[in-house]
């Protein structure tokens, strides 16, 4: 059974930092891109950042390069999101997200964890 399960959400004032987590099981991490997302009420959803699956190459939003940094530990089956300098309009659900193209496109996603950035 697939699983992506996030974890590290909550209320942040903003300029604040948090870590997000997603953990997955039940298929092979280290063969998948793996993309945080996230969607704020009211608005499309947004990708914020994406890692490749040996974790050589990363891609960001334009809007949180520099303060956001995404990682994974194929060992763990873990990818992380780091974000700092966290600002209001931030504020949205995070989800991981799993992706193989090849040789067919497979595509996972998780419940989402939710981040808070207010004073």
């Known amino acids: 059974q697939v699983q992506l399960v996030e974890s590290g959400g909550g209320l942040v004032q903003p300029g604040g930092s948090l870590r997000l987590s997603c953990a997955a099981s039940?298929?092979?991490?280290?063969?998948?891109?793996m993309n945080w997302y996230r969607q704020a009420p009211g608005k499309e959803r947004e990708l914020v950042a994406s890692?490749?699956?040996?974790?050589?190459?990363?891609n960001y939003a334009d809007s949180v390069k520099g303060r956001f940094t995404i990682s994974r530990d194929n060992a763990k089956n873990t990818v992380y999101l780091q974000m700092n300098n966290l600002k209001p309009e931030e504020t949205a659900v995070y989800c991981c997200?799993?992706?193989?193209?090849?040789?067919?496109?497979?595509?996972?996603w998780g419940q989402g964890t939710q981040v808070t950035v207010s004073s």
């Open positions: 890692i490749s699956s040996a974790g050589g190459t990363t």
């Open positions: 997200n799993a992706v193989r193209r090849w040789p067919t496109l497979l595509n996972y």
């Open positions: 039940g298929f092979t991490f280290s063969s998948y891109t």
